[in-house]
């Protein structure tokens, strides 16, 4: 069936429809399409917000797909598995919507599946691991379906992130198929990532998803409500906050995110808040600060406010926390957070830094509800540090880790392997640095180095090593490329370091969780080891815990403040 032909003008349009396609890990409810579901509704559109990442359906054919793909990539090969795993997942399905399967499509694959996992696989196993990606549009074709029929929309959005980009497409394309009238539109995290503005992949993308009506980059609620009442360009694809003139939405009521479609206490562990946006630092690899401009903090009592007055709605005590950066607000938000009876847990971002290794600090942070840090060690290694522009010292990171782990709190430490210039004894640095902490580590989470086309601190110093990923895919059969770096260490090398440094976490029973058995798992070995420990993920979620057992928390072996001018590394 086709609806009408004729194309809605923006003015026209009440009926609004936000996706979060999969597959996105369904920790949180998806706050973007939550926040502009809020901020329309107070203009009276209708909107309604779907996450597929609830769906079993869809759970389990990523489970399949990755078990699939287990059976024929050895051990030793797999690194951070359900990590690099994402880059052949989400390549693939972007070659599987786009492309009949013809000889040069399993060419194509084949491609995809070697520069990540290092290994040739035949057509056979191939065929087996596409049969899988195949049921999956079938299945979300009949979702889509569903909704669609159920509803009139006049307007569809999705959310995209680097990781739903392939099904987000196939969405409009289908929707698009049988409502040419209806206005698709798209936002999301992608736009900072691979579809940053002034890249290759960007022109080509917009000029090839002729489905695809607009394209908003940035906060989107101002920018959407100035479409919708017919104050944009409506010649124009592409919308950035130039287009409002950079206009921010303040903080406040309407600036909180709607999340009642989502069936939360049951699909969700976390609620998620953000006390501050941007980040005041810009590290080589990072593009936080080029996509989210000025750093800005909200007041911290009406962040724990606001916290407050979710868990009362959602019945969820523990936040996951959207800052880039939280080092700077920690303190005023444990403060607020402790006036309350009732406590409240946070986890979030944090760096290396001499607050951090003060366990005056992070008692204060327990008390006051940190759950997790989620702490950016990056290497073992202070010339690696140095390159990135870290500004931090191994001794910083070590003294981080000890106080954090002391006041009880839980670190997720994230590691860059393969940064241009990180040589083999750098490396050795990282696992011997892991040794050491081994015992102050909650988890450890490696990312092989992803060098973007632009967007990160230095990618005008590294303009001239950039190269395509997958030669053999042209890019009409891909639309996105990915790129690597033509210096050492190559990609080969950084994925064979990756290899090793999973080895090694596992040798010294360092986890890294993804299942929530694994969590509990971790849990213990968290409770077993630090006398201060917060409590499991389980028993916060079912309530099982003694409500005032972060204010019981006692300063273990006083650390000393390490002053950053001591010492002896020369930033
Ligand atoms: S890596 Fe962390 S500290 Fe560095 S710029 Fe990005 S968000 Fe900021």
Redesign the pocket.
Known sequence: MIFNTEQMKSSEINNILFMLPPFWDPLIPPQGIAHIKNYLKKYNYNVKTYDFNIYKNFRDIYTRYFNTLKKYVPLEKRGNFFNIGHDVLRNHMLINFINNQDDEYYIFLKDIIYKTFYVQLGIEILKEVDDIINSFYSIFEKELNKIFYQNKFQMVGVSVMRDNIAPSLFALRYIKKIDPAVITVMGGSIFSDQLLIGTPNLDYFLKNTPYLDKVFVGEGQILLHKFLSGELDNEKKLFTLDDINREALAYSDLNFPDMDDFDVKHNYMYLAMNASN??????S?????NFFGDYREKDPGMAAAQMMSLYQIYGIRIFFMND??LNNVADNLSTELQKNNTPLYWDG?M?VADNVCDQRNTIHWRKGGLYRARL?V?SGSNRVLKL???KISIEQTKESLKSLANAGIKTTTYWVIGHPGETEEDFQLTLKLLEESKTYIYEAECNPFIFSYSGQ?DSENWHNDRKILYTHVPQERIIIQDWTNNTYPLREETYERVNRFVQRCNDLEIPNPYSYFDIYNADNRWKLLHRNSVPSLVDIYDGNIDLLESRKVEIINKISKINIETNDFDF
């Open positions: 941007s980040c005041p630092y810009k590290c690899f990072c593009n936080v600060a880039s950066l971002y760096r950016g990056e990135m522009g870290k601190s």
